[in-house]
T-cell receptor, first 110, second 114 residues
Framework: GIQVEQSPPDLILQEGANSTLRCNFSDSVNNLQWFHQNPWGQLINLFYIPSGTKQNGRLSATTVATERYSLLYISSSQTTDSGVYFCAVDSGGGADGLTFGKGTHLIIQP | KAGVTQTPRYLIKTRGQQVTLSCSPISGHRSVSWYQQTPGQGLQFLFEYFSETQRNKGNFPGRFSGRQFSNSRSEMNVSTLELGDSALYLC?????????????FGPGTRLTVL
């Protein structure tokens, strides 16, 4: 099956800093989503982005499908941005569900 | 629109028992998928139901089963619980009508097996 690697695994930043999270995947994808998992465990949708670039406030994402990677940018970080960020992909039209990376654990210090 | 809801939110069971978890998708969504999250294995796909039929299945033993009702609500059942079944169980809903389908997740059910 498709492999998903996220980097870095852990990131500690000061409030106000910018960050870039990376997701590499091993095959072409129909679906790529970025999620933020809150402290209670819920996965919050950030972006649906199998290709191209999207922006939502301080967050933006870019997927370069031909090179099999996606980037999530967080600008002017706030403490509420802390948590685990997951990239998830679907290469087979849903046959294997979403395949998740291991996540990037982000800590924003005040 | 109301989001995906899951009940119960927390559950404690003992080895050998069985458990049933419930998921109500976003109104109008016909696909419900289930995922297991553990510290060791991360997030893994269990199965997907669409229009009351299991459409896809992950690599889990037969003790894990599910069903979907005509109103798209879904239940998953785990029989003969093992300690390793302790996990956060998440369900996701989507329209289910295409390959490019955004998944929306519920808050999860945290199962502890003693």
């Amino acid at each position: 099956g498709i492999q998903v690697e996220q980097s870095p695994p852990d990131l500690i930043l000061q409030e106000g800093a910018n960050s870039t999270l990376r997701c590499n995947f091993s095959d072409s994808v129909n679906n790529l989503q970025w999620f933020h998992q809150n402290p209670w465990g819920q996965l919050i949708n950030l972006f649906y982005i199998p290709s191209g670039t999207k922006q939502n406030g301080r967050l933006s994402a870019t997927t370069v499908a031909t090179e099999r990677y996606s980037l999530l940018y967080i600008s002017s970080s706030q403490t509420t941005d802390s948590g685990v960020y997951f990239c998830a992909v679907d290469s087979g039209g849903g046959a294997d569900g979403l395949t998740f990376g291991k996540g990037t654990h982000l800590i924003i210090q005040p | 629109k109301a989001g995906v809801t899951q009940t119960p939110r927390y559950l404690i069971k003992t080895r050998g028992q069985q458990v049933t978890l419930s998921c109500s998708p976003i109104s109008g969504h016909r696909s419900v998928s289930w995922y297991q999250q553990t510290p060791g294995q991360g997030l893994q796909f269990l199965f997907e139901y669409f229009s009351e039929t299991q459409r896809n299945k992950g690599n889990f033993p037969g003790r894990f089963s599910g069903r979907q009702f005509s109103n798209s609500r879904s239940e998953m059942n785990v029989s003969t619980l093992e300690l390793g079944d302790s996990a956060l169980y998440l369900c996701a809903s989507s329209s289910g009508t295409g390959n490019t389908d955004t998944q929306y997740f519920g808050p999860g059910t945290r199962l502890t097996v003693l």
